[in-house]
């Protein structure tokens, strides 16, 4: 008797979007981010393992790249709060004559 072999469905292939990608919420990245960071300070001062320390601290350090991968620069910016301070143009400046 000749058994038949389950077809194999393929899956649909994934189409690609010209869309920005899917928002994050800041807000949860900024808590988790220092939750990492508090997390790898007091295990390095309270004698934690190394391995688990230095995990710690290496996520810490990535997540703000992995921000900016998913957002630019920008993303970066406002996870750490930082705001562009506008240049002014009515100061003149001290080497040209006004």
Known sequence: ??????ERRMLPSPVESTAD????SLRNVRIKLCTLAT???AGAMS???AP????LAVTS??????????????????LFLIR???????TTRKDQPA
């Open 1 to 6: 008797m000749h058994t038949r072999k389950p």
């Open 21 to 24: 990608p899917e928002p994050i």
């Open 39 to 41: 997390l790898a300070v």
């Open 47 to 49: 004698g934690a393992a």
């Open 52 to 55: 688990i320390t230095l995990v």
């Open 61 to 78: 350090v990535a997540v703000p790249f992995a921000v900016a991968g998913h957002g630019g620069a920008q993303q970066v910016r406002a």
């Open 84 to 90: 562009r301070q506008p240049l002014h143009r009515n």
